[in-house]
Nanobody, 118 residues
Framework: QVRLVESGGGLVQAGGSLRLSCAAS????????MVWYRQAPGKQRELVAS???????NYAGSVKGRFTISRDNAKNLVDLQMNSLKPEDTAVYYC????????????WGQGTQVTVSS
């Protein structure tokens, strides 16, 4: 069983920055792609960014140019650097990953709260 622990959230003013981190532990299988999702109050969980084991990244249009995802394959870590934060970025942020069968590697963790004040 894989466990995911997110950290680094907090309260920041608009225009500020935060760096989120996620550590995967347990019975780690090959993680093909690591991802960050977010869920704002009253909204569905949405994909924010993804990164393959080869370093190919993709971003939601709303965060492109502001957020940067990175990973350490050897340590099963994935980070999300968030710059120029906006109030609409306020959400609980979750990490996860896809295995070789494009299945999630773990149940959703508790996430980390990001609150951006205007």
């Amino acid at each position: 069983q894989v466990r995911l622990v997110e950290s680094g959230g907090g309260l920041v003013q608009a225009g500020g920055s935060l760096r989120l981190s996620c550590a995967a532990s347990g019975s780690i299988v090959t993680i093909k792609t690591m991802v960050w999702y977010r869920q704002a109050p009253g909204k569905q969980r949405e994909l924010v960014a993804s990164i393959t084991s080869g370093g190919i990244t993709n971003y939601a249009g709303s965060v492109k140019g502001r957020f940067t995802i990175s990973r350490d394959n050897a340590k099963n870590l994935v980070d999300l650097q968030m710059n120029s934060l906006k109030p609409e970025d306020t959400a609980v942020y979750y990490c996860n990953g896809f295995d070789s069968y494009y299945l999630f590697i773990a149940s959703w963790g508790q996430g980390t709260q990001v609150t951006v004040s205007s």
